[in-house]
């Protein structure tokens, strides 16, 4: 033993330089560790069960966590799930989300550090991802001027005619189109709120594209999945050695050059004195004040875009299912609306207040199937104590949305689909139901955007269409939805839609063609890729 210390000792100098910092990393994360279990973390699975239960079955990241939740607590703590030797604090229980993300606010705003994304893909111009400090202030800011509950309303006369373009689309498609109709209508709400530019189509390149970004941010977004999260000391190689790089690299050069051009598109439209709200159009306004490169205006004003898709297009899928599964809550859906809106005329936002079931309807899309189930991690910025337990500086914090929103004791049955728990509820929390787009100072900004979308697709589909679906003999009984969907999605079903009565058919038609016209007012995006060789 001895002779091997010796042996150690004389290693080269050279070897040395590596070798130091190696063992100093090391020795401060064991250190960290031996403190961290002195000073009382939540309780959580151990190293071992952890990667025994990966190994032993292959389920999804909010099951598991709320499996566990209901072995360890609410809050519980997992080591080395996002950085070696750091907990990660896991918030099954509302209670706790509420009282750390939203009380204590100021001490959990802010995101794990992501090398991997963050700052080699997007050079640190993603707001998405911006830790505490100046440029999130900033980005939140640009973020909430232009999505708050007020400014969200002079979205509403893209998505009036977005939604009476797609009734007239999904009239005339067959069914296996629906998808691409629906996912035009989303993208162009999403693309005009980050650069001010309507879609009038989605091109199967574009669809592709966007489908590589956003896989890209969901893989990515939760840090751990690379060594250089654990050891950041490996940025300290030589460039070429770097070999966590090229790909992130390559994807962040890719939606450079995307976002640029959006970026170019938007200058335009200002320049002819449109789209003064939008995020990128704002942060234009900023770029002397702030000192902002063009490239991160570009990405910065990318995160309507990129956030508000996939999770808008999500919700009308488990829309759909729940209309399938439930048929009983789709006919008393158009009861309602029949009995405020009549036959006669479409619906609109002008009857959002008489329709309390649909506004209902549309928070149970969120808590039955969360679109994002596990949030976006925040970050603590201090050292916290909560309820006698220790919650390091540096410690990730996640909210388990799908956790929360089957707390038994908040929502009876979770896995039913039940409009009614919303409905005459005068307790704030349901009242006030937001916890599917999150807590706290980062909340999803783009909340009443979202809700307003769907309240405009949702309402002018069921006034318009029964959802039926295409098996012949369909049992709804037969068909529950798993308890572990994909990250966010559901499975769908294959349906149709089958107009109510003849008329409809004609006020679809006419209102669409004064939609064409008033669409004109908005300029459209035009589609350009890099191709990296
Ligand atoms: C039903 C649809 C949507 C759902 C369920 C949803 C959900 C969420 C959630 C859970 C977060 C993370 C919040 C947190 O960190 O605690 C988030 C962040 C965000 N969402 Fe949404 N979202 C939706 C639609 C939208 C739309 C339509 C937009 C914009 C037009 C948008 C823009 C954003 C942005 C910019 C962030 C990042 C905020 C930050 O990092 O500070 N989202 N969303």
């Known amino acids: ?54 190994w032993k079955n292959n389920e999804m990241l909010p099951t598991k966590l709320m499996r566990w939740g209901n072995i360890y607590g609410g809050v519980m703590s997992i080591m080395d799930l996002v950085h070696f030797g750091k907990p990660t604090i896991v918030l099954c229980n509302p209670k706790a989300a509420m009282d750390l993300l939203e009380k204590r606010g100021n001490l959990y705003s802010s995101r794990p550090r992501n090398i991997i994304a963050s700052e080699i893909c997007y050079g640190g111009f993603k707001g998405t991802l911006y830790q505490s400090g100046i440029k999130l202030k900033r980005f939140r800011t640009l973020m909430n001027a232009t999505m708050n509950a007020d400014a969200s309303r002079k979205y509403r006369p893209l998505e009036d005619a977005e939604s009476k373009l797609l009734l007239r689309d999904l009239l005339e498609a067959s069914p296996n189109n629906y998808k691409l109709h629906v996912q035009r209508v989303v993208h162009s709400v999403a ?56 790909v992130a690299e390559e994807q962040g050069k890719v939606e ?33 004040t702030y000192g902002y490169s063009d490239a991160e205006i570009a990405i910065n004003s990318s995160a309507p875009y990129t956030a508000g898709v996939m999770t808008t297009y999500a919700s009308f899928e488990i829309f759909v299912l729940a209309m399938l599964l439930y048929p ?9 609306i029949d009995s405020v809106v009549g036959r006669e005329r479409l619906p609109g936002f002008e009857d959002i207040d008489s329709l309390p079931y649909i506004r209902a309807l ?44 089957r707390n038994t004791e908040l929502f009876p049955d979770p896995e ?22 999150g807590f ?34 369909f049992d709804p009984l037969k068909h529950r939805v798993p308890s572990n969907p994909r990250f966010g999605m559901v499975p769908s079903l294959p349906y149709k839609l089958v107009p109510r009565e003849d008329t409809v058919r004609s006020i679809i038609v006419e209102e669409a063609l004064l939609a064409e016209r008033e669409v004109q007012a908005w300029e459209s995006f035009s589609f350009k890729k890099l191709t990296v060789a």
């Not at 916290?384 to 919650?391: P, Q, R, S």
């Open 1 to 54: 033993m001895q002779e091997q210390i010796l042996r150690i000792l004389k290693l080269p100098p050279s070897l040395w330089v590596v070798a130091l910092p190696f063992l100093a990393a090391c020795t401060k994360v064991v250190l960290n560790r031996a403190l961290l279990l002195w000073k009382h973390l939540p309780r959580g699975p151990s190293f071992l069960s952890r990667w025994w239960s990966e």
């Open 191 to 246: 693309m005009y709120t980050a650069y001010g530019l309507r879609m009038d189509r989605l091109d199967q390149d574009h669809a592709e594209f966007f489908g590589n970004v956003e896989k890209y941010f969901r893989g990515n977004v939760l840090p751990g999945r690379y060594l250089v999260d654990h050891f950041p000391i490996l940025l300290y190689l030589p460039r070429p050695l770097q070999w966590f790089r090229k």
């Open 256 to 288: 450079r050059f995307f976002f640029l051009h959006c970026l170019s598109q938007t200058r335009m439209v200002v320049d002819k004195g449109q789209s003064a709200g939008v995020s990128a159009a704002r942060a234009l306004e900023k770029q002397e």
């Open 328 to 336: 009983q809550v789709m006919k008393q859906a158009q009861k309602d």
């Open 362 to 405: 549309i928070k149970e899309i969120g808590r039955w199937h969360p679109p994002a189930p596990l949030g976006l991690p925040h970050a603590a910025d201090e050292d916290d104590v909560y309820e006698g337990m220790f919650i390091p500086a540096g410690s990730t914090v996640l909210a388990n949305i799908y956790a929360i929103t």
């Open 416 to 437: 039913e689909f039940r409009p009614e728990r919303f409905v005459d509820n005068d307790d704030p929390f349901f009242k006030n139901y937001n916890a599917t787009f």
């Open 440 to 473: 706290g100072r980062r909340i999803c900004p783009g909340q009443h955007i979202a809700t307003d979308e769907l309240f405009a697709l949702i309402t002018r589909i069921l006034w318009a269409f029964d959802i039926v679906s295409q098996e012949d003999e």
